[in-house]
């Protein structure tokens, strides 16, 4: 896949002047950058910038709603990034954010970044991936990408977090089949939950015959099987301590020995680990070793929940449905898509996939999955959550009071929320939008001229410029 045509967008009058200059200076660092015009969509884009203002925040932010896969804000001067000024940018959607140096090689590092997107990108869309990792919402492909630069950029230890069910071997399995390395060998898996204390030496170091009653035969351990390959270690919290410290030794030194044995054995593997604890709070109660937790932490990666990745929900059960099926992927009646987006799993993608496997096997003929194919008591516990102040919105409201959010901020949340989604629903028309609200359109604009106006979802193309 080829870099193609980067958006140029400008956003005031000194970058408007460097215009000219920027689209030479990147043609020569290899970037073909093209003013941006109407219907513009897809790819990347590059905004010039002089200050940060409500006008560049909602250019960025129009910029993501048209498809531009990845933005890159270059500010005209230093002094026009200072405070929070990148955080705003980021906020709003841009990726990164450089200075424009006139001395500096602005361009080449600009080029650098932009071949490294796509390059990440290209994998993320490959059909090895996306069969094994579905799903397009921001949260997600923001993981995929991380665990796709760990794995294919780096020959760092993975320390992989997040809730039971988010997909922590899935993205272990991804970042073994995307190491780089020559002659890889495979991926061995250890799940801590499951070692018994006293044969755990005999699970990772392997032992000699005759190290210990039932030692029939030599056996080889986890750190000789993963020799030039992966070892993944699934809820590496869940290590007793004395264990983390042998571990611990493997890992900086690169040698064990077997348990009754006297010759020191060399290994050399990709540590990936997973937990859904926090590990940091395990160091502070001294549960988990700090030097081992920064030995695997070399790169970290957190893995959203299913209620951080709505959005993704219905694409998740088409492809276990069509997975289940034989490759036939069934319609969802509307009701039923009310129910799956409207239940909580507790157990996240695992806890979906569980559903759908129930819904599989109720559904006959070639219609859609109705109401009527959904397990009983599915259907009860979502009738009574439907009601929009029932418990899903009660304890929406706990989690924020148990956080210390005040009475005002979530009255404001509640009330941007509910302007993003009518502008989202409106195709961002203010007047339809204030219409559903029972608002004025003039309460929206007051909104928008003051800075405080969410970004719809989706919209028309962008100006070009301020």
């Not at 796709?148 to 069910?165: H, M, Q, S």
């Not at 700090?290 to 790169?299: M, N, P, V, W």
């Not at 961002?428 to 029972?438: D, E, F, S, T």
Request: charged share 25%; aromatic share 6%; hydrophobic share 45%.
């Amino acid at each position: 896949m080829a870099l193609g045509t980067v958006w140029l967008a400008v956003s005031g009058s000194g970058a408007e002047k460097l215009r000219d200059s920027a689209v030479r200076r990147l043609s020569r660092a290899g970037v073909h950058a093209q003013p941006l015009a109407a219907g513009a969509a897809g790819g990347y884009g590059i905004v010039l910038f002089d200050a940060v203002t409500p006008a560049l925040l909602d250019l960025v932010a129009s910029l993501i709603r048209v498809g531009i896969d990845r933005i890159l804000t270059v500010a005209c001067e230093r002094t026009a990034v200072v405070g929070s000024a990148p955080w705003r940018l980021l906020a709003a959607g841009a990726s990164d954010v450089f200075v424009h140096d006139r001395a500096a090689n602005w361009p080449e590092r600009a080029a650098a970044r932009l071949e490294r997107w796509r390059r990440v990108d290209e994998i993320a869309g490959s059909a090895e991936v996306r069969a094994r990792l579905v799903g397009d919402s921001p949260r997600w492909c923001a993981a995929v990408a991380d665990a796709i630069e760990a794995a294919c950029f780096t020959d760092a230890p993975v320390l992989i977090t997040g809730e039971t069910g988010t997909g922590k071997e899935l993205i272990a399995r991804l970042v073994h089949s995307l190491d780089p390395r020559s002659r890889k060998r495979d991926l061995v898996v250890v799940d801590c939950t499951t070692i018994v204390p006293t044969l755990s030496g005999s699970e990772f170091f392997g032992h000699e015959r005759g190290a210990f009653t039932g030692a029939v035969a030599t056996r080889e351990g986890a750190f000789a099987l993963a020799d030039r390959g992966v070892l993944f270690l699934d809820e590496v919290g869940e290590l007793p301590l004395p264990l983390q410290s042998e571990l611990l030794r493997v890992v900086q030194e690169g040698t064990y020995k077997r348990v009754g044995g006297n010759d020191w054995r060399r290994t050399s593997f990709r540590l990936v680990c997973a937990t859904n604890r926090d590990l940091e709070a395990d160091v502070a109660a001294g549960r988990f070793r700090h030097d081992l937790l920064f030995r695997i932490a070399g790169s970290t990666l957190r893995l959203p929940s299913l209620r951080e990745r709505e959005a993704d929900i219905l694409p998740l059960v088409r492809h276990f449905l069509a997975e289940l099926n034989g490759g036939d992927e069934p319609d969802l009646d509307d009701a039923v898509k009310e129910l799956l987006l409207s239940r909580e799993y507790p157990g996240n993608v695992r806890d979906l996939r569980q559903l759908a496997t129930r819904i599989a096997y109720r559904h006959v003929g070639p219609g859609p999955v109705t109401l009527g194919e959904l397990p009983v008591e599915e259907r009860i516990a979502t009738a009574r959550e439907l009601e929009w102040r029932g418990d899903g919105f009660v304890r929406a409201i706990r989690r924020a009071v148990a956080h210390g959010v005040t009475l005002r901020e979530i009255g404001t949340a509640a009330t941007d929320a509910a302007i993003a989604i009518a502008l989202g629903e409106e195709d961002g028309n203010l007047q339809r939008a204030a219409r559903r609200l029972g608002l004025t359109p003039r309460a929206l604009q007051l909104r928008r001229a003051a800075g405080r106006l969410p970004s719809p979802s989706n919209g028309d193309a962008p100006a070009a410029a301020d």
